[in-house]
Each structure stands twice: as structure tokens, then as C-alpha cells.
């Protein structure tokens, strides 16, 4: 009888992983997709890269872009996750240090705040620690063992961290305040 108990409970947990990773997966697939396509395309987003002072903002506009898809499509089917989760982490860093963090916590507030990007950044550092569950590709690769617990954390936080800092270091040129502000 435990048996089954157990197989159920692991059922829930990787249920929950893939709701979990599928819904972070589409909401990066989505913005990365929107950033192409949506309203003022590529270019329109080249140009709100550059006011923040990314350069090259048509350059940047697409890294940004692609690494959203990329994360989201390797989180929705549980390819490489703690990879998944540390492009999540990077993107969500870099959005943070150039539009949110003086805007305070509240995403509804001007400027929106970090509240949005914070959340997002810890599900993605959540799902490289934790993994995929056994729902996943990285599971039929038998790379899952490889790639969870402090491995996976490690890569989520070294790759997302450590690679937002080296692009903010080397393309990020924040644009100088005005006398009003």
C-alpha cells in the first residue's frame, strides 16, 4: 500500500515540476517572441535597449530575444533546465539593473518596479536547483542527476549572475541623468 502512496506522491511532484517549468517556460517564450514580433518588432526593442544604454541596442535586442525563446522552449520540454534557469536568472538581472531597480518593488508602480523580474529570477534559480522532475527530456537523456541540486544551482547562479554582470560590464552604458532628475 506505501508503494502506491509513494508513486503518487512523486506523480504530484513531477506534475507540479512540469506546471511549474511549462508556465515559467511561456512566459520567456513569450516576451522573447513579443521582443521579435510584437509592436514595434526587433527594432522597436533595439530602441528601447538603446535608451537604456545597451550597445549595440540592435545587437542586444537580439541576445536578449533569443536567449527568452531558447529558455523558454529548454524549460517547457525540460531540455538542459538548469541552463533554462540560469538564462532566466541572466535576463532577469539584466532587465533589473537597467529599468527596474530604482523604480521600487511594485511592478503597477511608474517605472514598474522589481518585483516582477525578482520573482521570475528566483524561479529560474528555483528550477536549476530542483530540476525538471522526471517529466522531461533531461530525465530520458539521464542527465537529470547530472544537472539538479548544487550543480544545477551553480550553473544557475554562476551562468545567470556571473554572465548578466560580464554583458552589463561590457555593453551596458547607462545613459547620463538630466538636470530635472
Known sequence: MRQTDDMSDADSIDLALLIFRCGIGAVMLAHGVNHIIGGGKI???????????MRPPLVQAWLASITEVVAGILLIVGLLTAFGGAAVVGVMA??????????????????????????????GLVLGAIGPGTWSLDDAFDLRDDLTGTAGLLISVVG???GAALLLAACWRPPAKSEAE
Open 94 to 123: 539584466v532587465a533589473f539593473a537597467i529599468n527596474h531597480r530604482g523604480n521600487g518593488f511594485f511592478i503597477f508602480r511608474p517605472g514598474e518596479g522589481w518585483e516582477y523580474v525578482m520573482t521570475l529570477g528566483l524561479c
Open 43 to 53: 527594432e522597436g526593442t533595439a530602441g528601447w535597449f538603446g535608451s537604456m544604454g
Open 160 to 162: 545567470g549572475v556571473g
